[in-house]
Every structure is written in C-alpha cells, then in structure tokens.
C-alpha cells in the first residue's frame, strides 16, 4: 500500500497512474472496477443526476481514507486525486 505522503504527492493524472500502476493485482482490479463503476454511474446522469462532480464527492472521501488513523485527529487535507476525479479520469482505463 502507499503512505499518504505518496498519494498527496500525486498533481497529475498521469503521476496518479503511475502510482496506481505500482499497485498490486488484486488492487489493481478492485480500483478499475470502482473506476468503470463510477463512469457507468455518470453515464446514466440525465436519470439520477450524478455528475462526475458529485460521484467524487461520494466516493473521493472513502477511497483516500486513511487507516489507523485517531478518531481525535482531523482528517487529512484532500489530496489532488480526490480533487481532480473528473469524467475524463472516470473514464480512462488503468492499462496494468
């Protein structure tokens, strides 16, 4: 897995693929699938009204959780890549 300083370090798309590309396989295959999963979500829009703007908002938080972290603690700043999921990354495809 990576450290949050890795992740927080990512500003690009492409530096967050790169990132992901370290990923093991069954990581690897669990995040494409949440990926085509949001994208399949945003591409049925006119019906439930879920922009690539709010399936970040959904899911952004809980995919950049961090663990073991204090319940005392605030969580830590969003990262660019919870910032930045857009329908252009939700439909790009992580090539492993």
Same mark, same amino acid.
């Given at each position: ?46 019906? +439930?009204?879920? +922009? ?45």
């Amino acid at each position: 897995m990576f450290t949050p300083p890795q992740v927080m370090e990512c500003k690009s798309e492409e530096e967050s693929v790169a990132l992901v590309r370290q990923l093991p396989t069954t990581q690897a295959s669990l995040l494409d699938w949440a990926v085509n999963l949001m994208a399949d979500v945003v591409q049925q829009e006119a019906i +439930n009204k879920m +922009n690539s703007h709010n399936i970040a908002m959904v899911f952004a938080p809980n995919m950049t959780q961090v663990t073991n972290q204090p319940t005392n603690q605030p969580p830590p700043p969003k990262s660019s890549v919870s910032q930045g999921v857009d329908k252009d990354l939700l439909h790009s495809h992580f090539m492993m």
